[in-house]
């Protein structure tokens, strides 16, 4: 079977990405807050605050350079950085979806806030209809070269001036008859239909330029696209906008930020769960205990009460012969001394 390699699409924010790119190179991240998803993030480069951002987390929020996002518990994993190879521009810029993230600011319109006219946009949804337009083009301009190269070897044919023809072209009592070749489809298909002045290629050229003296302004782009309505027909369903600069400039600021963040982790010492039970207090769950048929559990200052209170060194299971089970607490204090209680709740709970 034969693979077909996709081609990496052109990146719509190039400018923003190379500027972002190029004012973030040495940016390193600074952790102010990792308290679980309570988290105080910055990313600056070091000793200076130029182009740096904050990143704020709690429960189900995310807040960085003005904006607030809200979606899931944890919002650093709902910027995750994308991983494989085609998630990518051609320019090394991430294929961030900026409309999905867009829908998660907080805020009713918010998500139409941080978008905004481009005159860009509207020049590109202008070349985009002319190309595809019955009479102006590109298939036009393939069949408007064809006709034009059919009749100079026509008329070369018969030694005859192509420029004079063009003009004469349209006067029978002006224009010679010439023959055209038998044999050849193309001349019996193209020879002798009128030859615009302008090809269909220059006529698009014209009609651009008129867009681009309007382009800068929204109402008048607006009212110049109404008046060539035969031309662009449902041109009124154009979205005209884009994201504004600030928001596309967050939005690669949060891909960095978790990216730096995920480095962090990785690097991040896992702390060794505690195994080691005090000799003072091994001492005193055996005396209370009483018997070697249980199991001990290090918890290292987890609760281990249903209610959620407590806060137990150890907790220790022991099957009892009528096929129940006890919990008993121990804690060690700071002050040595040693406390223990059973757990109410441990026998409905763990029958």
Known sequence: ????????????????????????????????????????????????????????????H???????????????????????SQAYYTDGAPCIDM???????????????????????????????????????????EEHEKLVAVTKRVCARHDFDFDYYLKIQNDETRLPRLEIDDDDLDEWEYFGQEIPELSPAE???????????????????????????????????????????????????LELTTRRWREYLAQKPVPAPASHIPDTLQHRIDEVIGHENYASYVLDGQTAE???EGYHDVVTIEDLPVGDRRVTAFTLGPD????????????????
Not at 63 to 82: C, Q, V, Y
Not at 205 to 227: G, M, N, P, S, T
Request: glycine share 4%; charged share 25%; with cysteine.
């Open 99 to 141: 409309h999905y993230w867009a829908e998660k600011l907080v805020g009713t319109d918010n998500h139409q806030r941080v978008r905004v006219y481009s005159h860009r946009v509207f020049l590109q949804n202008v070349k985009n209809s002319l190309e595809e337009d019955e009479n102006f083009g590109l298939e036009a301009q």
């Open 203 to 253: 006529r698009r050229k014209e009609i651009l330029d008129e867009a681009q003296e309007v382009e800068e302004h929204y109402e008048a782009a607006q009212e110049w696209l109404r008046e060539h309505e035969e031309t662009f027909g449902s041109a009124w369903e154009w979205d005209l906008n884009e994201f504004d600069t600030r928001f596309v400039f967050a939005c690669y600021a």
């Open 336 to 351: 040595g001394e040693i406390e223990h209680s059973v757990i109410p709740s441990s026998r409905s709970s763990m029958a």
């Open 62 to 84: 995310l807040a960085t350079s003005g904006f607030i996002f809200s979606h899931i518990e944890d919002m650093l994993d709902f910027f995750t950085a994308p991983t494989s």
């Open 306 to 308: 249903p209610n959620g």
């Open 1 to 60: 079977m034969t693979t077909t390699a996709r081609t990496k699409p052109e990146n719509p924010y190039a400018r923003a990405y190379a500027d972002f790119q190029k004012n973030t190179e040495d940016h390193q991240l600074v952790v102010l807050q990792d308290a679980g998803i309570y988290r105080h993030l910055r990313i600056q480069a070091p000793g200076t605050r130029m182009w740096s951002w904050d990143v704020s987390t709690w429960p189900g």
